[in-house]
C-alpha cells in the first residue's frame, strides 16, 4: 500500500492523557475492512471512555467512533465494500448473533458486543479495521467532517427521538453535538422543540434558537407548554426531575447517554399519571441505515470544527470544558 506505519492517538489506561503512536499497518482478516480515516468525530463517549467512565477497559485502546474514511484493503468475504468507497463506522462494532438479546432483534442490547474505540480500536488514528458487517455507506454531499457526527451524536439522537414517539412538544435538554442534529429532524417532521441549556450559557441558548427552535431557556426554567416528551443529552442526572416537572401526564423522558451522573430522589408525584423515563442504549444497523438515508433529505446540517489527530487531548478537554458548539472533528491529515 506504499505506507508502513500510521499515527494513532492511544488511550494506555483510563484516566490518562492519550500518547501519539506510530503503529505498523495491518491486514484485515476476514469480513475485515481496512480504512484509512479521514475524519473521525470527538464525541462525549470518546470523554466518558477517557475519564474511566465506563468500566471495564481491558487495555490500550485507539478511541474515536465517528469515523468516515475510504477503504483501503478488503479481508476475504467483503462483498459489499470495495477499494477507494468512502465508508462510515460507529459504535457498534460487532455483536455475537447469538444471545437472547441477538436472536429477539435487538442488537443494541447484545451481552458480548464489541464497540469501536472502546473494546476494539478507532478512528483517532490514520487507519482502523471495522467488520464491513457493521460498516454504512455515507450519502449526501457532506464532506467527510461533515459527515462524521452523523455517526453517533446522529444516530443515538435519531434512535433517541424515535422513542418520543409522537411527540408534538419536545423537550431537548444539553445542547451539542447530538441536539444539534436531532432538532432539524424533529423540525423537519413538524414537532415543536424546546431547547434547555446549562444557565448562564447564552451562546448555547443562541445557537439552539438558530437551529430552530422554538423556545430556548436554561435547564431550571419551565417551558411556556408542557411537554409531551424530553430527551436529555446532557450526563447530568439532576435534569431527570427537571424534565418530569415540565412533562404532561403520559409524557416520557428519554436518557440518551451512556453514563449520565446519579438521579436525585424525587417526589413520586413527578412521575406519577403514567409518565416514563427511558434509556437508550446503543443503536441497531437498523437505526444507521434509516438514519443515514434520511439526514441528507432533511438536509440535516452539521455545524464542525476541525483540529488536527495530534491535538485530540485538547480537543477532549474543549469539550469537558463545555467549549464546544456543533461537533468537533479530528483530521489525522491535517498540519499540525
Known sequence: MGVNNFPAMVLPEAGSALVLEHRAMPEPKANEL????????????????????????????????????????????????????????????????????????????????????????GGYAGYVLADHRYCFSIYGDYSDADAAPLLCAGLIGYRSLKMTGDAGHLGIYGFGAAAHIVIQVANYQNRDTFAFVREGDQAAKDFALEMGATWAGWSSERPPQQLDAAIIFAPVGDLVPLALKASRRGGTVVCAGIHMSDIPQFPYNILWHERKIVSVANLTRQ??????????????????????????????????????????????????
Request: some cysteine.
Open 34 to 121: 481496512l480504512v484509512a480515516v479521514t475524519a473521525c468525530g470527538v464525541c462525549r463517549t470518546d470523554l466518558h471512555v477517557v475519564d474511566g467512565d465506563l468500566p471495564d477497559l481491558q487495555r490500550a485502546v485507539v478511541p474515536g467512533h465517528e469515523v468516515v474514511g475510504r477503504v483501503a484493503a478488503i479481508g476475504q468475504g467483503v462483498k459489499n465494500f470495495s477499494p477507494g468507497q468512502r465508508v462510515g463506522v460507529p459504535w457498534l462494532g460487532w455483536t455475537c448473533g447469538e444471545c437472547e438479546y441477538c436472536q429477539e432483534g435487538k442488537e443494541n442490547l447484545c451481552l458480548n458486543p464489541e464497540f469501536t474505540g472502546y473494546s476494539r480500536d
Open 287 to 336: 437505526d444507521a441505515e434509516e438514519f443515514l438515508t434520511l439526514a441528507p433529505k432533511v438536509p440535516v446540517r452539521t455545524f464542525t470544527s476541525v483540529m488536527p489527530l495530534c491535538r485530540a487531548n485538547e480537543a477532549l478537554e474543549k469539550l469537558r470544558r463545555g467549549d464546544v458548539q456543533g461537533a468537533l472533528v479530528l483530521d489525522p491529515n491535517a498540519a499540525e
